[in-house]
């Protein structure tokens, strides 16, 4: 069975977009949606702990990583749009800041859990975005 998302875009024009190149937008945006929606928690979470000051660079990391990849996952959802730079750049910018988002959510990963999880959904939403400007 297809993903809600990809079945979902197969319904719409495609302008020339390919079955394959379909699957690999289908999977980046619900990366990118899974992402900002993990970032948005782990952000939440950390406020919470006790020693947030050590907390605070990954707080707006989150905050920050969970903003960009929303909105990229909404331009992706977008495929009648005929305009690739926009989404070129956004796709760009969304892996560059999951990556930092990972890096500073790994260092605090063995302490807290939630930081862990966080990395994760951030390292595979980065490899869906830059498989996808390949």
């Known amino acids: 069975m297809q993903h809600s998302t990809e079945t979902m875009m197969r319904t719409s024009p495609r302008n020339g977009t390919t079955d394959a190149e379909l ?4 999977r980046c ?4 949606l899974e992402c900002a929606q993990t970032c948005t928690s782990c952000a939440d ?4 702990e006790p020693m947030i000051d050590a907390l605070r660079r990954c707080i707006r990391l989150n905050q920050d990583c969970a903003d960009i990849c929303l909105a990229t996952g909404r331009v992706l959802s977008r495929i ?3 305009d690739a730079g926009v989404a070129t750049g956004l796709v760009s910018a ?3 800041m999951c990556a930092e988002c990972a890096a500073e959510c790994e ?8 930081c862990r999880v966080c990395a994760e959904a951030c390292r595979r939403c980065e490899a869906a975005c830059r498989t996808l400007g390949e």
């Open 80 to 82: 009648s749009r005929g």
């Open 29 to 32: 945006i619900d990366a990118c």
């Open 107 to 114: 260092k605090h990963a063995k302490m807290h859990e939630h």
């Open 23 to 26: 699957s690999s937008l289908a």
């Open 94 to 96: 969304c892996a560059a």
């Open 45 to 48: 979470a950390c406020v919470g």
